[in-house]
């Protein structure tokens, strides 16, 4: 190799983490800034200085990301990422599960926490087409009622707002006849829908069990593990009940403390497993550590 060689790329963002005998992989779609603002109810200032406090960088980057889970066999993707439609920092999840020894074409199920762009946009390909050929999907009945129920986009009172209605529907146009919504299961062995809601009306968080073993996937109770951890009363924009989604952080937050449980979720930094500690009234979040071993 020459001394002059530079390297262009990271590597494939791919890890993977035995639940018993489940593997689930985490798949990096990418990331993108996240606008401070959006914690609306803290002065202008300070989420920067939480975040200098915590030696983070600031503006903070959100990841996002993807997780395969295999049973047996069965594949199961939760969540697909942004897609194609917002620029070069994500939209990398199809070519991470493709690093990661799978194809499009063996995803059985897609399995959603909610409907907005960063999690339903990778169902569809650049061109408009199935992203996963094979695949069903499948979400809570009251998130699916809420983003196709007429007039919707009135409750919106931002254009980002109504831009994330068109796409949840246009995400999920192409799969017409392969749309399964639930209440109580999913119907998925191995997997166990924990109610969520609050940042959407039918978020939903995944509990992933085998042979004594646990996993929480928590979908969206946080964007920023620095700020809300610390705050996890804090409102968040995107929040469509933003009351009930405190609430729930909280309640997902001591769940996962009490019991010792390991966590992961959409926007927690790559590669994203790790567990929660209750100081007082903040929660600490402790990645675990890797081990090259794991599967």
């Known amino acids: 190799m020459s001394t002059n060689?530079?390297?262009?790329?990271?590597?494939?963002?791919?890890?993977?983490?035995?639940?018993?005998?489940?593997?689930?992989?985490?798949?990096?779609?990418?990331?993108?800034?996240?606008?401070?603002?959006?914690?609306?109810?803290?002065?202008?200032?300070?989420?920067?200085?939480?975040?200098?406090?915590?030696?983070?960088?600031?503006?903070?980057?959100?990841?996002?990301?993807?997780f395969i889970v295999n049973n047996n066999g069965n594949i199961t993707l939760v969540d697909t990422g942004f897609g194609s439609s917002f620029g070069s920092g994500a939209g990398h999840l199809i070519d991470n599960l493709i690093a990661a020894g799978y194809?499009?074409?063996?995803?059985?199920?897609?399995?959603?926490?909610?409907?907005?762009?960063?999690?339903?946009?990778?169902?569809?390909l650049a061109d408009g087409t199935r992203a996963f050929p094979n695949a069903k999907v499948i979400v809570h009945e009251k998130e699916y009622g809420f983003w196709m129920k007429d007039n919707v986009e009135?409750?919106?009172?931002d254009d980002l707002g109504k831009m994330s209605v068109q796409m949840a529907r246009s995400?999920?146009?192409?799969?017409?006849?392969?749309?399964?919504?639930f209440s109580d299961s999913v119907g998925i062995p191995g997997i166990s829908p924990i109610e969520a809601h609050g940042h959407t009306p039918g978020h939903t968080a995944y509990l992933i069990e085998s042979e004594g073993d646990r996993l929480l996937i928590w979908g969206d109770i946080i964007q920023n593990a620095t700020i809300q951890m610390s705050q996890p009363e804090l409102k968040f924009a995107m929040d469509i009940d933003a009351d009930q989604a405190s609430r729930t952080r909280i309640k997902l937050l001591d769940f996962a403390s009490e019991e010792r449980i390991r966590v992961t979720g959409m926007h927690m930094d790559f590669p994203a497993f790790g567990y929660v500690k209750k100081e007082?009234?903040?929660?600490?979040?402790?990645?675990?550590?890797w081990r090259a071993n794991d599967l």
């Not at 499009?104 to 990778?122: A, E, I, K």
């Open 5 to 66: 060689y530079k390297p262009q790329a990271q590597v494939p963002s791919v890890f993977h983490k035995k639940i018993g005998g489940i593997i689930v992989t985490v798949l990096s779609d990418g990331n993108l800034e996240l606008p401070l603002d959006a914690f609306f109810e803290l002065e202008k200032d300070e989420p920067i200085q939480i975040l200098r406090e915590h030696l983070q960088a600031v503006p903070p980057y959100m990841n996002t990301s993807g």
């Open 103 to 124: 194809s499009t074409n063996d995803v059985d199920t897609v399995l959603l926490t909610h409907m907005h762009p960063d999690h339903v946009n990778g169902l569809l």
């Open 154 to 157: 009135d409750h919106f009172q």
């Open 171 to 181: 995400a999920l146009a192409p799969y017409k006849g392969d749309i399964v919504t």
């Open 280 to 289: 007082g009234t903040r929660y600490i979040y402790v990645p675990e550590q």
